[in-house]
């Protein structure tokens, strides 16, 4: 759990070409990658969190409407030549 203030100074270090950071076990994301942007001059970072757009989808009420036959004018995939 992060402390109450929910601030915490922490070292940043170079790893190669890259400038790293020790993130601490109290602040820890789940799974193994994260995506990263820049807000002015903070960092934001999130973790990216798998099966979201499923559990999103899986959560919508069927739609009743027939899908519209958008092909209706084109000619059969029999009759075109490749």
Do not use: C, T, W
């Amino acid at each position: 759990m992060p402390p109450e203030n929910n601030e915490r100074h922490v070292r940043l270090f170079r790893n190669g070409r890259n400038q790293a950071i020790r993130i601490p076990r109290e602040y820890e994301l789940e799974g193994d990658e994260a995506i990263i942007r820049k807000e002015g001059d903070h960092l934001v970072i999130e973790p990216v969190r798998k099966g979201r757009l499923l559990s999103v989808l899986a959560s919508l009420e069927p739609v009743d409407e027939p899908f519209p036959d958008v092909d209706e004018d084109l000619p059969d995939v029999d009759d075109v030549e490749f």
